[in-house]
């Protein structure tokens, strides 16, 4: 059974900082794709950024040069920095493991709430 546990989430003001974490129950070097997405109010869930096993990184349109996926595989945890924070960004933020041939398995962590508001 795969556990992601996030953390991290909180109230910032705009133009501030956080740092999302999640680690999961065990080895990370199985999911071929990890990262996060994000859900507001009333709309979808749309991916934010992700990250391989390789290090190559996805970012959405509206966080790129913001937001920063990282993954430390000796902590078997994977970040993201957000800075620049806007009011938008406001959502549950969720993490997602990925993993299988053609990534069919697909984890999901029970979610953060991040608010940026003054």
């Known amino acids: 059974q795969v556990q992601l546990v996030e953390s991290g989430g909180g109230l910032v003001q705009p133009g501030g900082s956080l740092r999302l974490s999640c680690t999961a129950s065990?080895?990370?070097?199985?999911?071929?794709?990890m990262g996060w997405y994000r859900q507001a109010l009333e709309k979808e869930r749309e991916l934010v950024a992700t990250?391989?096993?390789?290090?190559?990184?996805q970012y959405l349109d509206s966080v790129k040069g913001r937001f920063t996926v990282s993954r430390d595989n000796a902590k078997n945890t994977v970040y993201l920095q957000m800075n620049s924070l806007k009011p938008e960004d406001t959502a549950v933020y969720y993490c997602?493991?990925?993993?299988?041939?053609?990534?069919?398995?697909?984890?999901w962590g029970q979610g953060t709430q991040v608010t940026v508001s003054s």
């Open positions: 990250i391989t096993t390789g290090g190559t990184t």
């Open positions: 997602n493991a990925k993993e299988g041939y053609n990534n069919d398995y697909n984890y």
């Open positions: 065990g080895s990370i070097y199985r999911f071929n794709v």
